[in-house]
Structure formats: structure tokens, C-alpha cells
């Protein structure tokens, strides 16, 4: 199964043109694939105190976030798209990671406090849209999100791609970037 998490509330962005070309990629060579739709599922990034307690005690702090753990379990390969705003990604993605990146769930620790994976995601696509160039977001992904974030949970084998420039760039641009992803989704 695929899982793919798109965050973005416009349903004429760019990102919303990448996830429509993926899922008809995906359906057309039969794969199976989930959309987690955040801004659509109308999801709460903020973890309140009473989220807290919750979280603390491995209980889910509400349905929706128990429906994407569960998800995130049986999948074998995940995409995340969404755009970059002010350097990073939209809060509503760190929220993600906040709620359902939870201990008993996704990870566990040794008494030594390591983290200890309990997910078996063999692969893994991070798409975004930027302004920016890539080379000034690849810290942040290359070296934090990526191997401090993602790997210790047991997603595995990620890769970023960036299609910088996106408000500048003319449609040639943007389009080799989809024809990319779109050679690489089919694989």
C-alpha cells in the first residue's frame, strides 16, 4: 500500500496539479494508495494539553489521528507533497508528525532513551514547491527532517525533490518536474 500526505488548502495549486497526476499514475498501473488530505480531513495540527496526556499515555489523541497511525502501520511506501512557506514546510505537516509520530506507535525507545522504529516503510518521496532554491532548503531536509524525523521511525530509503523557483518559472519548468516524479511514481 501507498500512503501519500498532501497538505495544501488550494485546490488549484501546483501541489494539488502533482498529487491528481500521481494518483492517476498510480491507479492506472493498478497500485493500491491512500490519500491522507489534511487540510481536507479538516485536521487539528495543535496538540493541546489535553493532547499531550494522551499522547504520553500511547493513546491516539483523537479518531482521525488514530485513522492515520493505522495507516501509516500497513503502509509499505509513503509520499509526502506539499509546498514550502517561509523556508519550511506548512504547520499543518509538523502537526502531523506531532500527533501521529507517537511512542508505542511509530517508534519505541531502549532504556538508554535510542529510538527504536516500528514501522517497516521501505520507501519514501518528499515533494515540495518552493520559490526558494533547493540548495538553500537541503539542510533542513537533508540533514534534519529526513535522518532525524523520518529514518529513526523506520522510513526508509527517502528521497526529496524541489521544484524551486515555482512562482517565476514558466510552465516548462514545473512540467519537467512532474514528467520526473510522474517516470519515478511508475517505477
Known amino acids: 500500500m501507498i500512503t501519500i500526505v498532501y497538505a495544501n488548502p488550494n485546490p488549484q495549486s501546483f501541489n494539488h496539479s502533482i498529487l491528481n497526476n500521481i494518483t492517476t499514475v498510480l491507479t492506472e498501473n493498478g497500485r493500491d494508495y491512500n ?7 479538516g485536521f487539528n495540527p495543535v496538540l493541546s494539553e489535553s493532547d499531550m496526556e494522551k499522547y504520553m499515555h500511547g493513546t491516539p489523541v483523537d479518531k482521525l489521528t488514530d485513522r492515520y497511525q493505522k495507516m501509516m502501520r500497513t503502509t509499505g511506501s509513503l509520499i509526502f507533497i506539499f509546498p514550502i512557506w517561509w523556508g519550511m514546510m506548512p504547520a499543518i505537516v509538523k502537526g502531523f508528525v506531532d500527533k501521529v509520530f507517537m511512542k508505542g506507535v511509530m517508534y519505541d525507545t531502549t532504556p538508554e532513551g535510542a529510538l527504536l ?3 517497516n516503510i521501505s520507501s519514501c518521496s518528499i ?7 533547493s540548495a538553500v532548503l537541503d539542510t533542513f531536509f537533508n540533514s534534519v527532517f ?7 521511525v523506520g522510513i526508509n530509503n527517502v528521497k ?4 524551486d523557483h515555482v512562482e517565476s518559472s514558466d510552465s516548462t519548468h514545473r512540467k519537467a518536474f512532474v514528467d520526473n516524479i510522474l517516470v519515478q511514481t511508475a517505477e
Open 117 to 119: 522504529p516500528m514501522l
Open 127 to 133: 515533494i515540495t514547491s518552493s520559490q526558494e532554491d
Open 35 to 41: 490519500v491522507i488530505d489534511l487540510y481536507a480531513d
Open 160 to 163: 526529496w525533490m524541489n521544484c
Open 146 to 152: 529526513i535522518p532525524q524525523v523520518l529514518n529513526p
